[in-house]
């Protein structure tokens, strides 16, 4: 069964950190290019950060350039999400997806494999 599970979200002072965990079990996350996607309250779900399956490309949105590091350990068939100097329009439910596309942007529809999410609050 593939399964995607996301953890690490919380709540976080502006300024802050937090690392969040996409572990993968029923496929080898090794073989897919996977994503970072967020939505909040009334809003669209985008893309926030991809990483290709191989070469490790990686995208990010331009919201989160310098203050995002998307990673992956093959061997833990995990990938992380590093967020620093988090703001409070970083808050949203995170979400973690597989597919077989990586390009030029992070779109959701290209995804194919979801996590249930993981809720990001930034707020003091």
């Known amino acids: 069964q593939v399964q995607l599970v996301e953890s690490g979200g919380g709540l976080v002072q502006p300024g802050g950190s937090l690392r969040l965990s996409c572990a993968a079990s029923g496929f080898t996350l090794a073989y897919y290019a996977i994503g970072w996607f967020r939505q909040a309250p009334g809003k669209e779900r985008e893309g926030v950060s991809c990483?290709?399956?191989?070469?490790?490309?990686?995208y990010y949105a331009d919201s989160v350039k310098g203050r995002i590091t998307i990673s992956r350990d093959n061997a833990k068939n995990t990938v992380y999400l590093q967020m620093n100097s988090l703001k409070p329009e970083d808050t949203a439910v995170y979400y973690c997806a597989a597919g077989d596309y990586f390009g030029s942007t992070c779109p959701p529809g290209e995804y194919d494999y979801w996590g249930q999410g993981t809720q990001v609050t930034v707020s003091s």
């Open positions: 990483i290709s399956p191989t070469y490790d490309n990686t």
